[in-house]
């Protein structure tokens, strides 16, 4: 009785993981970004050479930016909230098919490739997986995370001490050694995510996620186009 219900038991585990990873091509509830906040910029790095690998990624076709409905319209909330104060978003990613996260991680693995080391000048490539930097599972595969910044309503730079896919502690939303003007705008961003339905991390002080997303156990893997 025991080894039928270990057995049981096994059987049981296996269905539950095969369901929490679920893969979906399904991207009727997606919208671009573009749709719905009139003002958002654009800077999506994986579609271009600029970034910690120096290549375009797979499954990045075309240089737009999509979310789950749900998530769009929380993100509203904040990109109106921060139009009052005078800013605009820019954003540098949001949905990412699993194929790129595939990508990441061969790419980890190839020791031909060096990539940008300017993304990473204190680590090494192994260290990228270790550290928790890349994962061969990512948020933003569920729809509802996004990587962003903020601009001036003119298009000006706003400084946070920090660029996009920074791999070092320079990164950390709560690092100390900026100036007060460099805290003060993360601050300004984090504040008007979290008031919308964001939470965020302790090593990237651009990535948000929607609290209640609405997918949280299936991956997908639908082209950026």
Do not use: C
């Not at 038991?9 to 970004?33: G, H």
């Not at 790419?107 to 940008?116: A, L, M, S, T, V």
């Not at 995370?145 to 920074?166: A, C, E, N, R, Y």
């Not at 791999?167 to 300004?188: A, C, G, M, V, W």
Request: charged fraction near 25%; charge should be positive; hydrophobic fraction near 35%.
């Amino acid at each position: 009785m025991k080894k039928i219900f270990l057995i049981l038991l096994l059987l049981f585990s296996f269905i539950q993981i095969s369901i929490a990873s679920q893969i979906s091509y399904d991207k009727s509830d997606f919208a671009p970004i573009s749709s719905v906040i009139y003002d958002a910029a654009y800077d999506i790095r994986y579609y271009s050479s600029n970034n910690f690998t120096g290549n375009r990624i797979d499954g990045y076709k075309a240089p737009v930016a999509y979310m789950t409905k749900k998530s769009l319209k929380a993100l509203a909330v904040a990109a109106e909230d921060l139009r009052n104060q005078g800013y605009r978003l820019l954003i540098w990613d949001s949905y990412r098919p699993q194929k790129a996260v595939d990508n990441f991680v061969r790419w980890i693995n190839d020791p031909n490739d060096p990539g940008d080391k300017e993304f990473f000048p204190d680590l090494n490539k192994s260290d990228l997986i270790k550290g928790n930097y890349i994962a061969p599972k990512s948020g933003h595969t569920r729809g509802s995370t996004v990587d962003l910044t903020l601009i001036k309503k003119d298009g000006s730079f706003v400084d946070m001490g920090g660029t996009f896919d920074l791999f070092s502690e320079i990164s950390h939303p709560n690092y100390k050694n900026l100036t007060k003007e460099k805290k003060l705008n993360r601050k300004i961003l984090h504040d008007a995510m979290i008031k919308a339905g964001f939470k965020g991390i302790n090593s990237e002080w651009w990535h948000y996620t929607l609290k209640k997303e609405p997918y949280p156990d299936t991956y997908f893997d639908f082209d950026v186009e």
